[in-house]
């Protein structure tokens, strides 16, 4: 018998507009001491199906129909003291977002003893002595001093350390970790993924691993189940699932997600035609040309701390695509800001076509010719766009002002057109970003951006927040759109395999200053330093002849029955 | 509390209080200017009758000092303020000072007791009506808040002498802070219900807490709706938080969450509210001073107010400006207290 059985789950939401299914028949199975994966794109019910088993579900959401079966007992049926004596003690949860899931008011010491009181029968004593012992379990450094810290005191990756503990604390037999490192680094994330790993097997836990990332799930579970639309599409190992996916939306799933191999082409291609088929076409630029863009010696201070940037120099010709890759308060988008001219910088100087706009105070760059040639995507497209300007209007804004495009004709024409370039139907164009969809958001963010045709595009991580497959048509479109109008990019993202297949040449940040720079691809395949050995090395993937063996599998851990 | 964060919040407060200056003259020189541009005139007022001569107006208003210009007259004031010397009330011939001293304990008596039971009820029913949104129990604390906050509070103030003294009779007199036939208890601070206590003399106490609930009850109605609602929203977003979903999701019992968890972060801003709602209830507590004859601070001001006597409304209007940074200094310090991020900024 499985530790857990879902059986035709549905799940179904109340809303303004009537009730709205979340999940249609979902049934799985977790054995006692395996990892599932559980990926899919946002709204395919991944999330739902394990605040479902957990009965954390929100207020407005019911369980129509199915069964959830732990060890015995359908969890759909339970009373309120039934399910608090089965939380945390039988069956947890590692959440998204750890800072927000911890109490912001309450030492974390005092959380952890909270979570082991609830179902063992100890002193305040006892308590903290064996939260020092968790926390030395989740490799925290220092456990004694992190007793007493809030919250906000640690690091995004120490939260989780600390939500880990808690969620070990009382032996529990299954472990659910809904996106448990999104938003972490991506070094961070290895280091909390092989915590997570190590400890279950060590405990003999099941895990439930819900993700995005299908590096992740290949990497790191013995099943991997795909979701779309409130469905389990597909359940396999990830050495199967990866190499011969049977259902279409798998095979989109896996061509969409980049990898060490993959190109912008072959994201939307058929995985079933061999590489090199649709071998993509390198943009040849003029190497004697003149530089663009030239930054001597940039740094940015805030208050009297470290330097944000540390003196950094580089420069984009005409046409190039230049990677900015690291990680959080590497000062990468610190950089795109002073490039952009939406940030002053400290010292340097910051040269675009010969001219020195570095000395242009960024509160008068407005009124410089030079601003329509220096444009900017934002990182997440929804929240970059006025919610009460229309798509036209968001298109138009920069045409009316930078341009002195009036009401006529031709500022219609020229939107139309500009949306007509990044594939936006024209019907969408007097919607509001509430009524469009991410990928579609995306389009008029870009389209915002190249309306009067810069000559450097500043993209700061234009695609992270949108789910794989939309991704994959967005690096397609900018990729398109660079060799069609000859702009330069400085493309600023923390997904090397992104910056590998969209940038000539790739610069690696560390705390503010450049460790490394060169052709993207022999980064990627040599790099130099230590750092970006380190940071190649924790990129998760699934390469179907490198995907972990049943062979590879700690012989301690129980098999299927 | 580590010693660092309460440096933190020491240095901080001083930092508050040091900007709070500024506002503090603002007020003493915004009032002394308003009452020299409302209408009346002190000298017609103080002089012995409506037959006195011009010459005997001339005489009091010299000798008061408002035949000096506006300039001087402020010199003069700013300079006895700096000296303690808030001048003299022409209608009880006493000095102001003295006047508000042996007032202020009644009023801030008065407020302290309203807020404690104001905030006594509003909690428990903004988190009632925060845990089940929507249902009865929800709608019948928003209707007891309308209520309470659309009645004017001389209005209910009588309504419960009504029921209470004249038609339940169980309530004391609603005249001043004891009745009669108690003898009051030694002055230590002022504050009655304390200096009974000091004394040991347990008659007293009871006699001035039974003068206390009607005023405080009616005060205590009006504020109750800002108190409940504030509750009910801090609560309701707490609810809808991740860590109290962690907590959930931890098996922790239903109590330790709602009171261990929610609350104590939900009432972080019914602090902030409650040290607005002090100030505002302290100030405008005169209707309820009126109507329970409550020798307070408030309704000296409005006496003096209405017969054009300057220094007891400058007075009071400098004492209540100082509560005001007091309070919020303090509500500052128990934020700080509550909250550790605060520390940080």
Known sequence: MSLLAIEDLEVGFATRSGRVAALKGVSLAVEAGETLGLVGESGSGKSVTAFSVMRLLDRSATISGGRIVYAGQDITRL?????????????????????????????????????????????????????????????????????????????GGMCQRVMIAMAMSCAPKLLIADEPTTGLD?????????????????????????????????????????????????????????????????????????????????????????????????????????????????????????????????????????????????????????????????????????????????????????????????QDPGDSLNPRFSAFDSIADPLRKLLGLGKGRELKDRVAATADQVGLPLDLLDRFPHQLSGGQKARVGIARAISVAPRLLVLDEPTAALDVSVQAVVLQLLDRLRREQGMAYLFVSHDLNVIRMMCDETIVMQNGSIVERGPSQRIFDAPAEAYTRQLVAAIPHFDPHRARQPADMPASRSQPL | MKPRALGLIARRTGRRFLSSVPALVGVVVFTFILMRVLPGDPAVFFASGPNAGKAEIEAI?????????????????????????????????????????????????????????????????????????????????????????????????????????????????????????????????????????????????????RQLVLPAATMALFVLAPLARITRASMLAVLGSDYIRTAEGLGLSRPRII???????????????????????????????????????????????????????????????????????????????????????
């Open chain 1, 186 to 378: 991506v070094t961070t994330q290895k280091t909390v993924m092989d915590l997570l790993a190590g400890l279950t097997r060590s405990r003999g836990m099941a895990m439930m691993l819900i993700t995005h990332d299908l590096g992740l799930a290949a990497e790191y579970c013995d099943r991997v189940a795909v979701m779309e639309q409130g469905r389990i599409v597909e359940t396999a190992s990830p050495a199967t699932l990866f190499s011969d996916p049977r259902h279409a939306y798998t095979r989109r799933l896996v061509a969409a997600s980049p990898t060490r191999t993959s190109t912008v082409a072959s994201l939307t291609a058929d995985p079933a035609l061999p590489a090199g088929v649709v071998a993509f076409p390198q943009v040849r630029r003029e190497s004697a040309q003149a530089a663009l863009l030239t930054v001597e010696g940039l740094v940015k201070r805030f208050g009297s701390g470290e330097p944000a940037v540390k003196g950094v120099s580089f420069n984009i010709r005409a046409g190039e695509s230049l990677g900015l890759v690291g990680e959080s308060g590497s000062g990468k988008s610190t950089i795109s800001r002073m490039v952009c001219r939406l940030l002053d910088q400290s010292e340097g100087s910051i040269l675009f076509d010969g001219e020195d706009i570095g000395a242009i105070p960024t509160g008068k760059f407005h009124q410089s010719p030079l601003r329509k040639a220096i444009q900017i995507v934002f």
């Open chain 2, 259 to 345: 009171i261990g968890y929610a609350l104590r972060n939900g009432l972080l801003p019914v602090l902030t509210i409650a040290g607005i709602v002090f100030s505002t209830m302290l100030g405008a507590n005169v209707l309820v001073e009126k109507v329970f004859s409550w020798p307070g601070v408030a309704a000296y001001a409005l006496d003096a107010l209405l017969s054009s006597d300057y220094a007891p409304v400058q007075g009071f209007v400098l004492l209540m400006a100082t509560i005001f940074v007091i309070v919020n200094l303090t509500i500052d310090v128990l934020y700080g207290i509550a909250d550790p991020r605060i520390g940080m900024e």
């Open chain 2, 61 to 209: 208003r010299s000798q008061m000092g408002l035949d000096k210009p506006m300039a001087e007259q402020l010199f003069y004031y700013v300079r006895d303020i700096g000296t303690g010397n808030l001048g003299r009330s022409l209608t009880t011939g006493q000095t102001v000072s003295k006047d508000l001293a042996s007032r202020l304990p009644a009023s801030l008596e008065l407020t302290f007791v309203a807020l404690a039971l104001a905030l006594t009820l509003a909690i428990p029913l903004g988190v009632l009506a925060a845990l089940r949104p929507g249902s009865l129990v929800d709608h019948g604390v928003r209707l007891l808040c309308t209520l309470g906050v659309c009645v004017p509070t001389f209005v209910s103030g009588l309504l419960l002498i009504y029921c209470f003294y004249y038609w339940l009779g169980i309530a004391p007199d609603p005249t001043g802070r004891l009745d009669v036939f108690t003898t009051e208890p030694p002055r230590i601070t002022g504050f009655l219900l304390i200096d009974a206590l000091a004394a040991g003399d347990w008659e007293a106490w009871s006699a001035a807490a």
């Open chain 1, 79 to 155: 009373g309120r003291a039934d399910l608090r004596a089965l939380r945390g003690a039988a069956m947890t949860m590692v959440f998204q977002n750890p800072r927000a899931a911890l109490n912001p008011i309450r030492t974390v010491g005092l959380q952890i003893a909270d979570a082991l009181r609830a179902h063992i029968d100890m002193s305040a004593a006892q308590a903290r002595a064996e939260a020092l012992g968790l926390l030395a379990a989740v490799q925290i450094r220092d456990p004694e001093a992190r007793l007493d810290a809030y919250p906000h005191e640690l690091s």
